[in-house]
């Protein structure tokens, strides 16, 4: 794990060292293209419901591809002092109050909607606070943020590494440098309130970073009548629809 201090932020970070996860092609070609087959006239549909008939649409090509996203979890952590004004309402008799060693003389305030007058003593403290912020994020391969829950999963290589390898011409090329998504995870958990005082600690980990690359099968599919086309993604993993 990689530690870094800033020093000029007094905030402390720990970030995971980026994993590698690809994930294993559950069911091989021939299952792709009957799914489909079963399913291509949907990708057609006009105005959701108006479906062309399956002998309309042509399959072309079924091409199985390595997509790659880049995950994170990270947790932010600040422990802080912040100025708090206590109102404390007395009796009208009260002529002063003491307590932690100082005289305290009542002042007028008012309450309610009617601003009702009361007498109450007001001074100023100080509170600890710990602040607590957990964020999930996900990116596909241009930089374009997904809903992680939506992000593939599935059985992981042993060696993913040697399986890239082995299919390095169907491995989808990452349009960003990874290491953005720590910056962007970073400035939406990593936020201290505006109340902010002096700061106890500060810390900002990333406890899960990683590549994942999910195996898809890409159909490429065309409406005879009228020549138009879609590249429908197919999990390789749970042979479900995508939507990338």
């Known amino acids: 794990m990689a530690v870094s201090t800033l020093a000029k932020e007094e905030m402390k970070e720990r970030i995971e060292d980026r994993s590698l996860i690809v994930h294993k092609v559950a069911f091989d070609l021939e299952?792709?293209?009957?799914?489909?087959?079963?399913?291509?006239?949907?990708?057609?549909?006009?105005?959701?419901?108006?479906?062309?008939?399956?002998?309309?649409?042509?399959?072309?090509?079924?091409?199985?591809?390595?997509?790659?996203?880049?995950?994170?979890?990270?947790t932010y952590l600040l422990?802080?002092?912040?100025?708090?004004?206590?109102?404390?309402?007395?009796?009208?008799?009260?002529?002063?109050?003491?307590?932690?060693?100082?005289?305290?003389?009542?002042?007028?305030?008012?309450?309610?909607?009617?601003?009702?007058?009361?007498?109450?003593?007001?001074?100023?403290?100080q509170e600890r606070v710990i602040h607590k912020a957990a964020t999930q994020m996900a990116l596909n391969r241009t930089g374009r943020e997904i809903n992680p829950t939506r992000l593939p999963s599935g059985v992981a290589e042993l060696e993913p590494k040697k399986t890239l390898k082995r299919d390095t011409d169907r491995v989808k090329e990452l349009k960003i440098s990874p290491d953005i998504i720590l910056d962007k995870i970073r400035e939406r958990t990593a936020t201290r309130p505006r109340d902010v005082g002096r700061i106890a600690e500060e810390t900002f980990e990333v406890t899960e970073y990683a590549l994942v690359c999910t195996?898809?099968?890409?159909?490429?599919?065309?409406?005879?009548?009228t020549g138009e086309t879609k590249i429908i993604p197919i999990s390789g993993?749970?042979?479900?629809?995508l939507s990338l």
Not at 54 to 66: G, H, M, T
Not at 215 to 225: D, S, T, V
Not at 237 to 241: D, F, N, S
């Open 31 to 74: 299952a792709a293209k009957n799914i489909v087959e079963k399913n291509k006239t949907q990708f057609f549909a006009k105005l959701g419901f108006i479906k062309p008939r399956r002998e309309e649409i042509e399959c072309e090509s079924v091409y199985l591809v390595y997509e790659p996203f880049i995950a994170a979890k990270a």
């Open 79 to 125: 422990d802080y002092y912040k100025q708090k004004t206590y109102t404390i309402k007395i009796g009208e008799e009260v002529s002063e109050v003491i307590a932690f060693g100082q005289i305290f003389k009542p002042e007028a305030a008012k309450e309610g909607i009617l601003k009702r007058p009361y007498k109450a003593i007001v001074f100023n403290a």
């Open 215 to 225: 195996p898809i099968y890409e159909a490429r599919c065309r409406r005879l009548k």
């Open 237 to 241: 993993v749970t042979g479900k629809m």
